[in-house]
């Protein structure tokens, strides 16, 4: 039987690091690389759904509007043409931009970088949830559903959906549901813009809109890909102060107006635990 998605609890930002760093040197390299990308989530309970799953919710079940991929993305691409600075040269870049600007896709936000993740692991002002930190072993999950074992720029992208009866991302759009195996796959697309650059972004493409990420892995008997490395509810404002030293932030992250705006905001706030202590309240 297959185990259980390993847990790993963290209470520091050095013991993070620590902890994702690999224990042995890439054989090729001689130096601690791995094939593993990142998602931080502020809350630690919460699945991996994209924003195309979680359309709708809580008033409605996950999966539920499923069926507007291509009529959000058409419009999408209809309606942002005047605001692009470097148009798209595909659908996959329309998509990857569509995304990144909070147009509800199946795509789903992954760093290289952990400590990126953990930043949006904390960003949330919820001091009474613990957070989490997910890693996954593309290389695993690539080998498992037969994907060239790299991860995939869009062109690649289009050969492996080739490969499966696909000629393209419409195609995938209007009739991934009639195939029955679900398959999974890393795709880093081209720097489209400083944010996903800032962010080290990849993301992960599923075939299926009817499953969660983690779903998908546990059905496939892949628990062994995916760690969680949980926050403690108790120290999330510790690590949140820890990666604003490093300058870890939104302005960093979101290297436009909005980013430095979100970042001010969020750094001269008070304390959650300030605001919550009676005694300390004028």
Not at 13 to 18: N, W
Not at 38 to 60: E, V, Y
Request: hydrophobic letters at 40%.
């Amino acid at each position: 039987m297959e185990k259980e998605i390993k847990e790993i609890k963290v209470n520091s930002l050095g013991d993070f690091i620590t902890k994702v760093t690999p224990k042995k040197p890439d054989p090729k390299s001689g130096r601690l690389r791995a094939s593993v990308i990142f998602r931080g989530l502020s809350n630690a309970d919460w699945k991996l759904l994209s924003s195309l799953d979680r359309l709708g919710c809580p008033h409605t079940e996950p999966h539920s509007k499923a069926h507007l991929e291509e009529h959000l993305l058409r419009n999408f691409i209809r309606y942002a043409r005047p605001y692009l600075e470097l148009y798209p040269e595909n659908e996959w870049e329309w998509m990857v931009i569509a995304q990144h600007r909070g147009l509800p896709t199946r795509l789903l936000d992954w760093t290289y970088s952990p400590l990126s993740a953990a930043h949006f692991a904390v960003l949330a002002d919820n001091s009474n949830t613990d957070r989490v930190v997910w890693e996954l072993n593309w290389e695993i999950v690539h080998k498992h559903f037969n994907i060239t074992p790299i991860v995939l720029n869009l062109h690649d992208l289009d050969k492996e959906l080739q490969k499966r009866g696909f000629s393209g991302l419409w195609s995938l759009v209007k009739y991934s549901h009639t195939k029955e195996e679900p398959f999974i796959c890393v795709v880093e697309p081209s720097a489209l813009d400083r944010r996903l650059v800032a962010q080290s972004a990849a993301f992960i493409l599923t075939s299926s809109k009817k499953y969660a990420l983690d779903d998908i892995l546990r059905k496939n008997n892949l628990n062994h890909a995916i760690k969680k490395y949980i926050i403690p509810a108790d120290k999330v404002e510790y690590i949140r102060d820890q990666l604003d030293m490093c300058s870890i932030n939104e302005r960093r992250l979101f290297p436009d107006l909005e980013g430095v705006a979100s970042e001010l905001k969020r750094y001269y706030a008070a304390s959650s635990k300030l605001d919550n202590n009676k005694n300390l309240r004028r």
